[in-house]
Each structure stands twice: as structure tokens, then as C-alpha cells.
């Protein structure tokens, strides 16, 4: 990451301080992820990114993954919105005219997304065994 992005987020951090700098480049990160698995480079949607989101942050941190994330601030789909909207407001992410910060909140719960889908793949483990 360049030091003028570390920067830049670590003055969007001082401003809005209830997120940690790695949840913003954890954003960076699962955007990237997101334009690799459409195979198309375009316009990244926030449900879009939402859902890369959550498989990246399982992909990365397993069971972990709501931890990990709360660790840093990230209770919920509107924090990632939030993270998103500051981002675009520090110049370091575009938006299109039809984004908006209600296209992040209530997308899924975080129990469900990373605790429960857990949960079920350990039981299905158990049952195969």
C-alpha cells in the first residue's frame, strides 16, 4: 500500500475513529477479491462487495472471520458501508451517482454469515464422520 493511501487513511481514522486502519484496507483487499471472482473489470455494487466481503473474510480468517472484523470495529453491513462512504469521501474509492449508504445496512447478519454457516459445517462434519 502506498504511503499516500496509508496516509489518507489514517486521517479518514482520526476523523472517524471507530474503525481500525486494517478495516480499511481489509475493504481494499475484499474490493480487489470481489473484481477478481466477476472476471470483469467494472462498477463494484455495495451488495456486490458485500458478498465479497463475507467470503473473502472467510476465506482469510475461517471461523474467525466475526472476530477478526469486530476487532476492528466491524460490527455489522452499515459499518461497511460507513468504511466505503469514508473512503469515497477521503478520494480513495469512486461511487457512482446510484450508490448509496442504505445499500449497506441490514444486507446480512453477522451471526448468520460467519457464526452459523460455521456452526453447520462442523455438524455436517460430524455427521459424515
Known amino acids: 500500500m ?11 481514522c482520526g ?8 478495516a480499511y484496507y481489509f475493504v481494499f483487499d475484499a474490493l ?7 472476471n470483469k473489470m467494472r462498477h463494484v455494487t ?3 462487495l458485500l458478498e ?7 476465506e482469510n480468517f475461517g471461523f474467525l472471520a466475526r472476530s ?6 466491524v460490527r455489522c453491513t452499515e459499518d461497511l458501508g460507513n468504511i466505503v462512504f469514508n473512503l469515497v469521501e477521503g478520494e480513495l474509492l469512486s461511487r457512482t451517482e446510484t450508490d448509496r ?3 449497506f445496512v ?7 454469515a460467519f457464526d452459523q454457516s460455521f456452526r453447520k459445517s462442523l455438524q455436517d462434519v460430524r455427521l459424515t464422520s
Open 2 to 12: 502506498s504511503s499516500e493511501k496509508t496516509e489518507s487513511i489514517l486521517r479518514i
Open 32 to 38: 480487489d477479491y470481489t473484481i477478481q471472482r466477476m
Open 52 to 58: 465479497g466481503v463475507r467470503l473473502y473474510a472467510t
Open 68 to 73: 477478526v472484523l469486530e476487532e476492528w470495529g
Open 101 to 103: 449508504r442504505e445499500d
Open 15 to 22: 476523523r472517524d475513529g471507530r474503525y481500525a486502519p486494517q
Open 106 to 112: 441490514d444486507v446480512f447478519d453477522f451471526d448468520d
Open 46 to 48: 455495495g451488495r456486490e
